[in-house]
């Protein structure tokens, strides 16, 4: 048995408390019994001693009283008795009196005197008002009474007699008194004797006639007053016997007093004792009480402790063994107290418990069945999970925190990894060929770097920055895998694992690349079809006539690398151009990708020398832009049935087929170059600006010429409409060499043009013609049909008489005009604005043309013809703005709108795609850096719509165009602080500058306004590029307004005239 | 309305952030540094979270919320860190200045949003 050894048990407690208590009240029991013992003997004491008081207070007050009484009783007793003595007396005397015997007086007077021993004076003594006389005198000092006659001097209150025959005098203080009386009376009174002095009671009565009765005298004697008295009888009775009587009462009283106080003490005496000894007696009784009542209570309780703590620790032994796990017991605690409730408990517990256990066991040998049979289950569920991993085609795997792979792992993983990869680390498997510094990589690894042990929260943020697709080099095999990413939280919420399933999709992807691929072509294709579709046929033909050549130009500025450096800002020109036209015909896809060439050429700006310029990348870059052209126009050619490119491949077969052999005949050639001649009719054949194709084009032309070939009308009229300026230019030149016989004097010319590939290619072209004929008259057909240039005219007015062979051109020419002005009558408007311009110059050239005695009647059909061949009007070409200012302003989330005024004018065809260049520039610009956006003009109380107003005015040969537009305008203060910024103008000078001269900064070479490249107007505002255009091209000139706020205005204005001779100085 | 402070050194990220914040119904105060985000956040003691750049002239994100959490005004406000790179040794130096969550640069504002209306308890 366990025994249980509690630090301190119960039955102690009980025991040391009980104890404790009945100490501590008994304690305070025993002190509170002494001192109520103590206060019950001194208020026993008090109590005695203060009754003997009160006894003796109490007797001596009957003593006093009692004395009093008997005084009284006694002085009642001598006043009757005197009274009646004296009624009865003074009777007696007044019988004597009248019958004035003295004797009998005396004798009575003596008689009582003598019997009475208490009287210890009598008298009897007369007044007649002036003497009192004393008839009997006696006391105890004169027992023989005094002698008669003696009287009574009332002046000294003294008696004066005689006693025996001596002479006596003695005071007597009481008469005058008497004498005063009317009645009896009795006074207390001292009489001086020979024992000293002593009480007395001084009776007295007068005594009047005789009355009848005693009755009637005191009627007298109190009412009338009227008998004077005859005498007075008077008694002084001694007090001594009442005084003995007294002195006896009090004597005794006194003796019963001290006896009684005598037994009072020894009453106190005896109470004190007792007293004491009561004390002594409780006390040790109270003592006795207390250790019996200790000592039972000390047994009482541990019998009751013992009751108590007997079952309780049956009651623990049993919890004990429960606790044991012995759970059947046998509780034999039978008690009617709580203990024993807790001992039923108990039963009751360890009996459900023990059903429980039974209870437990049956369910345990269920439980144990089915963890069996779910034990088998998951391991079948597991073999699914395994076969199922092992049946994927995908690498299944998940990392921790660490990157390492952890299982399950699918099979699959090793097909892909092509080795086993549970225990590596994830950025040695399947990122171990990322471009560990390229943005996306760095981001996964970001996004792996703070999603472990966080919540949901953070992988929301970081998932879409893990790769979803890696490339793999496996064998030195490029793979393409593509994961999903599962996140695994652990029970806190925080990111444990993360899940990955691999896909190796290369061929899929390469599948699907393909697919994107042709989707994408066909893509770009249906783009710019749909681009193409919206132009019409003419403007597509001078688009490709346009950007052709300039990318061909381009290609072989870009073939110099040694001049690299120098030829940059003509390649970013003819970029820009070709994204300009781009733009403005709405051929999206090219105009961006120029616009990223030409940022690239811009970039190089900044290398120092063409040795650092990749020559190689900027070619690739340029071959790409041309080739795209070349997917627009093949695209334009195949949809559109216009056969461009065809047409230039045909012309490049016959040239090569006629140059690869010479030997063929006449009739092969004419059929060669006749074939052509559908194609020369129609005006693409002329408006296509590439060198090569110019070449070709004016080869072709100086063969049918040569060779004395007629083409049809039609071809005649286009090729009036659209000759090349160029080559006017230089077959003019060239032929006033010729004159001069100079041939050495052109190659001279040609070897300082290096830079000007174009009038180099025209000047070959031109010597291989003169070269090939020795006929002038071929030469004269050549020059003759350039007639139409206004220029050309010029020139030859004025050379008119320098040459026969020019004399002979005008002629010849006059007469070929004719004849196409007669053959079409209806072109002839005279009407025509621009024929002002000829008219204008007309008086100079006919006054020079009159020498030459040329039939008049010649001249209005070939001014007729002039005019219409050489001038288009203007408003034509501007409709294209109409959609560019729309798309771009669209594009730039504003509202813009473009109004032309004018327009009519017409210009030289020549010098209409120069204009055209500087407008969409211009126009541009307007759109992108002058109109605001909706909501800054509604906030500057302007429209939300701006407008851009093109308008074309005319002064004789000159042309003005004006742009303007209501945007913010320009800010001289912006511009200078730009400049000296950029560090082309010094603060001192920006001060002097006006603020004309400061808008002006704007035409400054690479000067921006903006400094982030725009898609729309590319670098800055391409000013200087404008002002170019305007003076080269143009000849004419540029000017700048600007009303910050509230807009600018552009004015370009140029002569209509073409001026060759500029042309001719720069070549020269 | 929760009251949002964004430092950042790019004016242009900081608009287009505030812009974004402000739709979904966010106040927004602005920062171009950790110094000024500092003494923004003392004007502003309500603001209920932080989102900081990392990398800024003056004093970084990360210097900026460790003298942040020495505020008692700051020290329960949860930061959403920007930053395009995060090593671990960032992210433990993160977590003891009360960073909340890391996005990268550039964000995915529905996200961001996400993780702002999450974080101000709307």
Redesign the interface.
Known sequence: METLNAKRPLKRKLIQSTLAILLISFSVASVLVFIGIDKIGAGIVSLVSNRSEDTTKMLNEFSTSSTGRIRENFTQDIRNRSLNVLKKDSGSLVQLFQDNSFLQVKEFVQNVFKDDKDILRAAFFVYDGKQITGWHYVDRNYPQALDMGTEFNLKTGEWVGKYKGAKVKFEDPSVKDIIGSNGPKIVESKLQTADGEVEVFETYVPVYQKFKDIKEMETQVKSARGKNPVGYLRYTISLSSLQKAIKTEQESLKKYITDIEGGNKQTLKETTELGVSLKASILTQLGIAIFVLLFGAFFFVRYTSIKITTPVMALIQVAQKISKGEYKQNIDVVTDDEVGILANTFKDMSSAIVKRDEELAELNKGLEKLVEQRTSQLAQEMKKVRNLLDSMRQSVFSINKTGEVVEPVSKFSETIFKTSIAGGKVTELLYKDLDKKS?LA??N???L??VFD?DD??W???E??LLREIPLVVDSQKRTLQVNYNPIFDEAGKLEQIMYIVEDVTEERELKRQIEEERKANQEKSQVLTELASQNVEDIGNFFANVFDLAQNAKNLSQQPQSLDGNRAEIFRALHTIKGNAKVYGFEKLGSYVHDVEQYVVGLKDKANSEQIDCDHLQKEILHTQRLITQYCDIAEKVLKIPFKIKALKIKAVHNDLMQNPELDAAAKDRAYYSLEPFFAESEAFTRSDAQWKKLVDWVLHEVIDRGMVFSAKFENTYLKNCSESFVRTVAYCEREINHNKDSAIIEATKGLPAAPELFDDLMALRHVLESTSSFEIKEKIVGLRFATADLKNLLVENINRSPSIYMFVIRAFELVNTYATNHKSIAKVTDPGFIVFEKNWDSISGKLEKLTLPLNLWNPVKECLVTANYVPLRKSLARYFPLVELTSSKLGKKARLIVKGGEAFVPNDKLESLNNALTHLIRNSVDHGIESPEDRARNGKAETGSITVAVFEAGEHVRVEIHDDGKGLSPDYLKKKAIEKGFLKPEQAAKLSDKEAIELIFKSEFSTKDSVSDISGRGVGMDAVKEIVAKDLGGTISLESKPGQGMIVTIEFSKLVHVNNHLKQVA | MPKVLIVDDSDSLRSQLKKSLITAGVDVVEAADGVQGLSVFQANTDVKLIISDVNMPNMDGLTMCSKLVQLPAAKSIPIIMLTTESDEGMKEKGKAVGVKAWVTKPYQEDKLIMAVKKLCGM
């Open positions: 943005e760095v981001a690894r970001t996004a770097t703070t966080e929260l953070q929301m943020l970081m879409g920055n």
